[in-house]
């Protein structure tokens, strides 16, 4: 993966966001939110990807994105998500996207800045 390639792609998302010593963070979730809305194609596949195996979700379980619809300051942008007839919401950086599926970059994109942030 080349890093500078996505550092540019996430510039590109925020260049809107205000900026001090330190970007808004909640402004940056916003443009985020906005961003992933407007392109990612819904609904879509995903694997569960999160250190801790709290709650009925484990990692490994593969689940239906149907939206992304919010954010915390702690967790970053929720998805609302389908595990057979049951919904869900997970924090989307703790979702695994397949390599090569239109989804794959924008969610790669999001989950490395808020690893970075």
């Known amino acids: 993966m080349d890093l500078d390639k996505a550092f540019e792609r996430i510039e590109k998302v ?11 963070y909640i402004g940056a979730l916003d443009a985020w939110q906005s961003h992933l809305e407007e392109n990612l194609s819904f609904p879509f596949e995903a694997e569960v990807y999160k250190e801790s195996n709290v709650g009925p979700l484990e990692t490994g379980d593969e689940v239906r994105v149907i939206e992304v619809f919010n954010s915390t300051n702690i967790y970053g ?27 794959y970059q924008f969610v790669k994109d999001y989950k490395i800045w808020f690893a970075n942030y």
Request: with cysteine; glycine share 8%; aromatic share 6%.
């Open 14 to 24: 925020l260049e809107d966001v205000e900026e001090g010593n330190y970007r808004d």
């Open 77 to 103: 942008i929720i998805a609302e998500l389908e595990k057979g007839k049951d919904n869900y919401q997970l924090p989307l950086c703790e979702l695994e996207v397949e390599e090569g599926t239109p989804n």
